[in-house]
T-cell receptor
């Protein structure tokens, strides 16, 4: 069964460093998303991406974040200058349609630890 | 503000029992509601999706209902098994493509 994959599974970085989290969505899906879950807290929406551009973003997704689909398979989340509070589990998700019929499929996540 | 709440926060039941997990949302203008399962340290597994025009969806031992007017959804698990032990999350999708999650119900099914 097709699945969303994410690499790395765990990333440790120093505060102020740039990190890139990678995702391979399900191949025929058109909509891509990033979420984060700080330990012990709710899953939070960061950004949605469709047709090679951001379609929606939350207030969490500020200028230090960016997303890109550099080729036909990968979808990346870049955090420009990491802060301690960026430590969280980051989930990528994809869906084949938007809105009402939008069933999102999630990857296993990348645990980001900022020291 | 679009808030999603799940009760109870934790639930422990003996194997074989039927159980109901509750989810409520403050803004009823949802596009759909999705139930997920999350195992410790793992990703989210989609269980059921209910579109805003639907009242319920079933998959195996799982049945999810949706009442938009009252802002509620329930997940019914029949004949629970130890393998059902996990955290169950509900998430409501809104017009701005923002999916709002509840904090989850942590279910333990004892053999």
């Amino acid at each position: 069964e097709p699945e969303v994959t994410q690499t790395p599974s765990h990333q440790v970085t120093q505060m102020g460093q740039e990190v890139i989290l990678r995702c391979v969505p399900i191949s025929n899906h058109l909509y891509f998303y990033w979420y984060r879950q700080i330990l012990g807290q709710k899953v939070e929406f960061l950004v949605s991406f469709y047709n090679n551009e951001i379609s929606e973003k939350s207030e969490i997704f500020d200028d230090q974040f960016s997303v890109e689909r550099p080729d036909g398979s990968n979808f990346t989340l870049k955090i420009r200058s990491t802060k301690l509070e960026d430590s969280a589990m980051y989930f990528c998700a994809s869906s084949d349609v938007g809105r009402e019929y939008n069933e999102q499929f999630f990857g296993p996540g990348t645990r980001l630890t900022v020291l | 503000k679009q808030e999603v709440t799940q009760i109870p926060a934790a639930l422990s039941v003996p194997e074989g029992e039927n159980l109901v997990l509750n989810c409520s949302f403050t803004d009823s203008a949802i596009y759909n509601l999705q139930w997920f399962r999350q195992d410790p340290g793992k990703g989210l597994t989609s269980l059921l999706l209910i579109q805003s025009s639907q009242r319920e969806q079933t998959s195996g031992r799982l049945n999810a209902s949706l009442d938009k007017s009252s802002g509620r959804s329930t997940l019914y698990i029949a004949a629970s098994q130890p393998g059902d032990s996990a955290t169950y999350l509900c998430a409501a999708l809104y017009n701005n493509n923002d999916m709002r999650f509840g904090a989850g119900t942590r279910l333990t099914v004892k053999p």
